[in-house]
């Protein structure tokens, strides 16, 4: 019996170990095909998905692209975002403070109004929140009209009080009555298109000119070259002031801030056209440029359809990264007072009113539009980051 009862035993563990072999087996044949289609997955991806795949890696860029995709949004719908329009204003609550937003679930949302009292000494105007008074508010209220896009008249705003007659000042008043908040909003509109488009007008000078100046080379690079340098020897604050203070003072505030952007673009190619210029002197020579003018392609196909290709993702990040120099551009002149000036609202234009400390110690709201430009060009700073390191083909 013990003979008979070893021997079945033995059979089983021979019985079991080749199938545990071939479970072992199985195992790595399928592992082994999960990770060759991960390596077709890679390898069989356009270069734009690859780079959409490293992207998304970065937490930071993923972040940034988050906030600057809201902050475009809300320059996009400022009209309806904003509760006021930017000539309403109320004399009687020049730097009122902040009123917070409340809600009771059974009646909505409201804020508190404000008692005010006057120093006898000084007669300066103070405000103060009153618990006992409530302002009621409403989504989509009935406000001032405006032209949704330039196209559609409406009258409806995201938030404001369901009395118009009533103050609501979420984030303070200014020196005249504005409301900040609504100021901010429209503010948005002017400081993030100055850059879209300053940017793009950048972006083309710098790659014709960089393009033409790398594939030509000759007296036509020399040429171009030199013309590079004399702007960048140029200090740009000496330049802005003396282009600045060469627009005619009768012109309005979309001339004056289509001028800027000019001004800014005028600055802002040369270190583009640099960089295109250093990657068509290396892809001059390169077979592929060789074999597109063999097929009989002419030479702006070859620079357009077949050279900026090549580095198109480097060209991308070096615009992301190029649109917070031109907000802080922006937002410098304007602050300076050469750059936009009221009744336009910028960033820059609303931060005038924060140059006297005495004010900011009775109104530190003013400030709010100086941490709208930090977060807005840290977000594009960090994206602009995130694509240069998933557009670099070297780093692993």
Not at 72 to 89: C, E, M, N
Not at 257 to 281: C, E, K, N, S
Request: with cysteine; net charge negative.
């Amino acid at each position: 019996m013990a003979h008979t009862t070893a021997g079945t035993d033995a059979a089983t563990a021979t019985d079991s170990g080749p199938a545990t072999d071939t479970d072992a087996g199985t195992d790595s044949v399928t592992g082994g095909e999960t990770a060759a289609r991960g390596d077709d997955r890679w390898s069989s991806a356009s270069q734009r998905r690859l780079v959409w795949w490293k992207f998304r890696q970065h937490k930071l860029a993923m972040a940034g692209l988050v906030v600057t995709g809201l902050v475009y949004l809300i320059a996009l719908f400022a009209d309806v975002i904003a509760p006021f329009g930017t000539s309403t204003f109320d004399a009687e609550y020049t730097y009122a403070p902040p009123q917070r937003i409340h809600v009771d679930w059974g009646e909505g949302l409201y804020v508190h109004g404000y008692t005010s009292t006057v120093d006898e000494e000084t007669l300066q105007l103070s405000f103060e929140i009153d618990e006992t008074q409530r302002i009621e508010l409403g989504l989509f209220v009935k406000g001032e009209e405006y032209e949704l896009f330039g196209l559609i008249p409406w009258d409806r705003h995201l938030i404001g009080p369901v009395d118009p007659d009533e103050p609501m000042y979420l984030m303070g008043g200014t020196r005249t009555g504005h409301d900040l908040f609504s100021r901010i909003v429209h503010g948005t509109r002017v400081s993030m298109t100055i850059g879209l488009v300053g940017v793009a007008m950048a972006f083309v000078l710098g790659v014709v000119l960089g393009g033409v100046s790398g594939y030509f080379g000759g007296r036509t690079d020399m040429a171009i070259q030199r013309l590079v340098e004399f702007f960048m020897s140029l200090p740009s604050i000496p330049l802005w002031l003396g282009l600045a203070a060469a627009l005619p003072p009768g012109w309005g505030p979309m001339q004056r801030y289509f001028a800027i952007t000019t001004i800014l673009a005028v600055i802002a190619w040369t270190d583009l056209a640099r960089v295109v210029r250093g990657r068509f002197l290396s892809l001059r020579n390169e077979e592929f440029v060789t074999a597109a003018l063999l097929d009989g392609c002419s030479r702006p196909r070859v620079i357009f359809r077949h050279m900026l290709p090549s580095f198109s993702s480097h060209l991308i990040a070096s615009v992301t990264l190029s649109i917070p120099a031109m907000i802080l551009a922006e937002t410098s002149l304007s602050f300076l007072g050469l750059g936009l000036q009221a009744p336009a609202v910028s960033w820059g234009v609303l931060l005038q009113d924060a140059q006297n400390v005495r004010v900011l110690s009775t109104a530190p709201w003013l400030m709010l539009p100086g941490l709208c430009v930090i977060i807005t060009v840290l977000a594009l700073n960090f994206v602009g980051d995130g694509l240069r390191d998933a557009a670099d083909p070297y780093k692993r």
